[in-house]
Each structure stands twice: as C-alpha cells, then as structure tokens.
C-alpha cells in the first residue's frame, strides 16, 4: 500500500463550485500534513499546513481527521485562477520521511 | 525571496552532452537535499536524496551512474544528467529542508526544464 493516496482527478468544475479533495495516508504516527499547489511546469508552493483543529485561509479549508487517516481540502467559490494541480504531503512520526501523493488536478471552467 | 534556488531554469541540449542543475539553500544550511523528476501530467517523481559529505541515496530504477549527485557543502547539491537522451527531458525539481524544522513544510528550487535534441 502506498504511504499517501490522492485521486489524481481530474476535477472539472465550474466557476463559483465548491470542490473537495482528499489525501488518505498509511502511518497513523504521521506526523505533519500540507497542501501544495503546483502550476504547470513550475515547482509545488505550499499552500496550507494542515492542523488537527482544522483551519482555513480564505476560500480555502484544510482538515485532518487522525481516527480515519485522511485529510482535505475544500475550496469554495472555485476561480478561474485555482486551476492547478494540488499534492498532499505527509511527514513522518521521525520527521526524517515525506510522502507526496499524486496530485489532484483541478480545471475551474468559465 | 527564495530559499532554495535551482539553476539553470530550462536547458535545451544535443543528444549525448552532459547537463548539470544546481540547487543552492540560500538562508539554512541543507545536510540533506531532494531531486525530482516530473513528466508532463505526471507527478513527482522522487529520484534520490542528496546527502551533504556522503553518498545520495537514489530511489529504486534510478541510474546512479547516470544521474550523478555531488552534495560538496551545506548549501549546494549538484544533479548531472551525463550522456543526455531525448527520453531524459523532463522537469527537474529539487527540495531541501530545514535541519533546524524537520515537521515544517518543504522548500522547493523553481524547477529545470530539461530538453535533450
């Protein structure tokens, strides 16, 4: 079993939709979570740092559920401009380990 | 500004020529570094761990006679594609961390694009 999952998508959703992604991780002892955003052809920037308290940063809200191993992303008034593609990384308990998931595409449509 | 810098940002070279990407940690010093490498709509792809005063470690598939790493200091770790093919052009991208903040998020190079003719 790999140590992250992602659907990998693609998500096409119009503009103004709300859309949630999901990152499944294997290690229970996980230790930090984030959300990257990679535009094409350039390098993943961090998006949200995931806490177990959930947090949100505008449009954007980052959970992590510890009992069922996953966190999310929920984008709300979906822009044009959030067309990209999201990666999931998970930190392990030692800090000495990462683990990027796949990555989820997401096109917002006119 | 940035932390971590790559050069050079794209390379376009002959079949058989040699290409090397530096990546530099500008505000920490990086024992350990990342590289990657990213086909298009794919993801990344981890391809070894770069470790400052030793060998890297190279993922499984990964030539390590093909793909030399050199991590000579604390701030800067070396990728160089030797012998380049057209099936070597991808997008490279390296990574370092933070000894001082291991549970903190991953500083990433802008990424080499690399076009092998």
């Known amino acids: 079993r790999k140590e992250v999952e992602q659907d990998p998508g693609p998500f096409n959703v119009p503009e103004g939709a709300t859309v949630a992604f999901n990152c499944t991780y294997s290690?229970?002892?996980?230790?930090?979570f984030f959300w990257y955003r990679q535009d094409c052809r350039k390098e993943p920037k961090l998006l949200m740092s995931?806490?177990?308290s959930g947090n949100e940063d505008g449009r954007f809200t980052a959970q992590l559920n510890r009992a069922s191993q996953y966190i999310s992303l929920l984008i709300r008034d979906s822009k044009l401009s959030d067309s990209a593609t999201y990666l999931c990384?998970?930190?392990?308990?030692?800090?000495?380990?990462?683990?990027f998931g796949t990555g989820t595409s997401l096109t917002v449509i006119p | 500004g940035a932390v971590v810098s790559q050069h050079p940002s794209r390379v376009i070279c002959k079949s058989g020529t040699s290409v090397k990407i530096e990546c530099r940690s500008l505000?920490?010093?990086?024992?350990?570094m990342f590289w990657y490498r990213q086909f298009p709509k794919q993801s990344l792809m981890l391809m070894a761990t770069?470790?400052?005063?030793?060998?890297?470690?190279?993922e499984q598939g990964v030539e390590k006679d093909k793909f030399l790493i050199n991590h000579a200091s604390l701030t800067l770790s070396t990728l160089t594609v030797t012998s380049a093919h057209p099936e070597d052009s991808s997008f490279y991208i390296c990574?370092?961390?933070?000894?001082?903040?291991?549970?903190?998020?991953?500083?990433f190079g802008s990424g080499t694009q690399l076009s092998v003719l």
């Open positions: 990574s370092a961390r933070d000894p001082g903040r291991l549970y903190e998020k991953l500083f």
């Open positions: 290690n229970s002892a996980s230790q930090s």
């Open positions: 995931v806490y177990s």
């Open positions: 990384v998970v930190i392990s308990s030692t800090g000495n380990q990462f683990y």
């Open positions: 505000d920490f010093q990086a024992t350990t």
């Open positions: 770069s470790n400052e005063g030793s060998k890297a470690t190279y």
